[in-house]
Each structure stands twice: as structure tokens, then as C-alpha cells.
């Protein structure tokens, strides 16, 4: 089976701009978590979607956003992008009451 | 925030030598889980243990997990070069809905 797949693997954005991240998770796993990972914070919990429903939400700002479609692939959007938000991202995807979660290779963000 | 705290924050050892790795966090879990990142790739899953499981093996790994103090260990035996990255601690909270918290992580260092 394929892993979890994210594209892009790099992005450079200047501030202001927004961004769109994709993840496809493995398939028959319908739910998909993001996460962000910065030197400073370590990782964090962004939101969580199961069946196109976001279930769970971090601590972050109304900026960041996401949505996942029918085919449970998933998009997360940074809109009007900040230095901050350079980081890591990551999602992971797992089975309908699976415990585990399989994480993709991530994609990292600069912001400029 | 995160919710756990593992120590020590880096190890360095010799091949061939034991790593053990420690993690605490705060509140009521269904699972813990350990992570593996190697140079800020993705996490790769090396091993889950339940809240009503105290030890658990895998291969070259060992973990405990003791619910009273709310810690956990990760034990490494007989340790690789290739075993050099850094390991994370992620609890899945009850009711968080595949929402882990992750600790800041221990960086570990096997040396030829």
C-alpha cells in the first residue's frame, strides 16, 4: 500500500500571500490530522477531518483552514501568511477507530 | 502547549549500548505512542501501548507505560548508527478524536 503523499515537499511564500498544502492519505483511511512542527513549539495539533467533518481543532488562528473532499483527501490554506507560520507541516492519516497514525513526509514551508 | 515533556532532550551513545528515553504527560489517555523523525522528515510509527497495558515489546524496542505517574519509557537495546533521530512521545487523549499531543522530543546521537 502507498504511504501517506504531501505536495508540495517545499514552498517559499513572501508574507501576506496564502498557501494551499494537499495530503492524500493511504488508502481506506478516512480520517487525516495536520500538524505543525517549528523549532520553538515543537508540534502542534492543527484539526483533524473524518468523512469531509472536522472533528477536532487546535489552537491556532482562524487562518489556517482545511477541508477534506469525498475521496478523503485532504488541503489545509494558511491565508495572508505570516513569518511565523515557517514550519513543517505534516499530516497523517489512519482507519475509522484505528489508534495508529501514519504520517506523510511533510511539507515545509519558508515564508519570506 | 504540549502536553508532555520527555528527557533527556539529547543522548549520546555508542553503538552497541542501550538508549532509554522517558516521557510524562498530564491527562487521561487512551494510547501513547512513540515516534521516530530522522533530520526533520516525516514521523515514522515505531510502537503504541494502551492505558490498560504496562509493557510492551517490539523488536529491538521496549516501552512501559506506568498510568499512576502518568510516564512512560522507550528503551532502545543493543543500539545502531541507523538508530540516530530524534524520538517523540504522543499521547491520544480521551475524546480527542486522533488529536495527539507530542512532546518536545529527544534527540538521539549513536556513534560508529
Known amino acids: 500500500k502507498a504511504g501517506v503523499t504531501q505536495t508540495p515537499r517545499y514552498l517559499i511564500k513572501t508574507r501576506g500571500q496564502q498557501v494551499t498544502l494537499s495530503c492524500s492519505p493511504i488508502?481506506?483511511?478516512?480520517?487525516v490530522s495536520w500538524y505543525q512542527q517549528t523549532p520553538g513549539q515543537g508540534l502542534q495539533f492543527l484539526f483533524e477531518?473524518?468523512?469531509?467533518?472536522?472533528?477536532n481543532k487546535g489552537n491556532f488562528p482562524g487562518r489556517f483552514s482545511g477541508r477534506q473532499f469525498s475521496n478523503s483527501r485532504s488541503e489545509m490554506n494558511v491565508s495572508t501568511l505570516e513569518l511565523g507560520d515557517s514550519a513543517l507541516y505534516l499530516c497523517?492519516?489512519?482507519?475509522?477507530?484505528?489508534?495508529?497514525?501514519?504520517f506523510g513526509p511533510g511539507t515545509r514551508l519558508l515564508v519570506l | 502547549s504540549q502536553q508532555g515533556e520527555e528527557d533527556p532532550q539529547a543522548l549520546s551513545i555508542q553503538e552497541g549500548e542501550n538508549a532509554t528515553m522517558n516521557c510524562s504527560y498530564k491527562?487521561?489517555?487512551?494510547?501513547l505512542q512513540w515516534y521516530r523523525q530522522n533530520s526533520g522528515r516525516g514521523l515514522v510509527h515505531l510502537i503504541l501501548?494502551?492505558?490498560?497495558?504496562r509493557e510492551k515489546h517490539s523488536g529491538r524496542l521496549r516501552v512501559t507505560l506506568d498510568t499512576s505517574k502518568k510516564s512512560s519509557s522507550l528503551l532502545i537495546t543493543a543500539s545502531r548508527a541507523a538508530d540516530t533521530a530524534s524520538y517523540f512521545c504522543?499521547?491520544?487523549?480521551?475524546?480527542?478524536?486522533?488529536?495527539?499531543?507530542f512532546g518536545a522530543g529527544t534527540r538521539l546521537a549513536v556513534h560508529p
Open positions: 488508502s481506506g483511511h478516512r480520517s
Open positions: 501501548i494502551r492505558s490498560n497495558e
Open positions: 477531518y473524518f468523512s469531509e467533518t472536522q472533528r
Open positions: 497523517a492519516s489512519s482507519m475509522e477507530g484505528g489508534e495508529t497514525q501514519y
Open positions: 491527562t487521561s489517555i487512551n494510547n
Open positions: 504522543a499521547t491520544d487523549a480521551l475524546g480527542g478524536y486522533n488529536k495527539l499531543i
